[in-house]
């Protein structure tokens, strides 16, 4: 939980460590935080800060997730069931993949970061057709509200579609041509024209990920004739 990170003296250092020299930051109170579930917003961290926090958490630590987005720092911890959605949907769409033949390059949680601009931890992300610098397709699984809109963040960094998982169902946000927003949510891939949404959605209420990933199967087979 996120409450450990200001409780416990070791998850504490490398929050003490960036933010001693300021006060407003109030690590020692929750009440200068914007209190989620599972995630915090801090504001007036400069991108120097966030930077430097991101290096004392440590690239391969699972937990906590980082989003920084003008001036805005969210810190945010995960659920199990959180990470059931993740690795079921992540799953299946790779079966979409696999089965229409697109080359794609996961990402996976990799750090998104444009220079003073954002920073973002997707839940999965993937290129399709050749490896680029950020990806086509970003998931994020949102189980609870708050946070930093996260479809402002990938806007900086021109991610063509944006999938949110809420409200038990799935969002897909497509970025205008013009790169001035995204439009939605709409129950059509441009990136994945033959995806049943319907369908994918389904699979994800089964109580077995062996049995969603087989029914999932099945229902791409029509698609190869």
């Known amino acids: 939980m996120i409450a450990e990170l200001f409780t416990e003296s070791e998850a504490r250092r490398p929050f003490e460590k960036v933010f001693r020299p300021t006060t407003r930051t109030g690590l020692n109170g929750a009440s200068a935080f914007a209190l989620g579930e599972e995630r915090m917003v801090l504001c007036g961290v400069s991108w120097e800060q966030y930077q430097q ?9 699972p937990a906590p997730r980082l989003y920084w987005f003008d001036g805005q720092l969210e810190i945010m911890t995960t659920s199990l069931k959180h990470e059931k959605l993740k690795e079921w949907l992540g799953s299946l ?3 979409y993949f696999f089965d229409a033949e697109m080359e794609t390059f996961p990402h996976g949680q990799a750090t998104l970061k444009r220079l003073e601009e954002a920073g973002a931890e997707p839940d999965k992300s993937w290129c399709l057709g050749e490896e680029k610098e950020f990806p086509d ?21 021109g991610v063509p579609e944006v999938w949110l998982w809420r409200k038990d169902g799935i969002e897909i946000w497509l970025l205008r041509a013009d790169k001035s927003g995204y439009d939605g949510p709409a129950r059509k891939s441009r990136l994945l024209r033959k995806l049943d949404l319907g369908s994918l959605e389904k699979c994800l209420t089964l109580p077995s990920w062996r049995e969603a990933r087989s029914t999932f199967r099945r229902s791409l087979r029509p698609q190869r004739k």
């Open 93 to 95: 769409l790779e079966d």
């Open 137 to 157: 397709l970003v998931l994020e699984i949102a189980l609870s509200s708050g946070g930093i809109p996260k479809l402002d963040i990938y806007q900086r960094f």
């Open 53 to 61: 926090l991101d290096k004392e958490l440590g690239d391969d630590r």
